[in-house]
């Protein structure tokens, strides 16, 4: 099982940027694609972007395509999610995720992780 952390979170205007990340623990980071996902108030889980075990897959929701980059670094055990350009509908609470099996590629689906973390608060205001 792994641990994950997630920070960086917070109050910005529209237009703004933060930059979230979600550090590893517990079992061989690099070896397990990771995610973001994202829930809003009264919504449902959504995914937002994944990464493959060595960065070289990478997926986005079409909502946040040439706003946000997810990225990772192996050494750090540490994936990070750029959010340039925000808008009020990013709003929500965001979690990273790590993929049940090793060596994957990523997925858009929730049900292909199996370890979670608490989640960031990203609130966007107009």
């Known amino acids: 099982q792994v641990q994950l952390v997630e920070s960086g979170g917070g109050l910005v205007q529209a237009g703004g940027s933060l930059r979230l990340s979600c550090a590893a623990s517990g079992r061989t980071f690099s070896m397990y694609a990771m995610g973001w996902f994202r829930q809003a108030p009264g919504k449902e889980r959504e995914f937002v972007a994944s990464?493959?075990?060595?960065?070289?897959?990478?997926y986005y929701a079409d909502s946040v395509k040439g706003r946000f980059t997810i990225s990772r670094d192996n050494v750090k055990n540490t994936v990070y999610l750029q959010m340039n350009s925000l808008k009020p509908e990013d709003t929500g609470v965001y979690h990273c995720?790590?993929?049940?099996?090793?060596?994957?590629?990523?997925?858009?689906?929730?049900?292909?992780?199996?370890?979670w973390g608490q989640g960031t608060q990203v609130t966007v205001f107009s």
């Open positions: 995720a790590a993929m049940s099996f090793a060596y994957g590629l990523g997925s858009t689906s929730s049900t292909d992780f199996t370890s």
């Open positions: 990464i493959s075990w060595n960065g070289g897959t990478i």
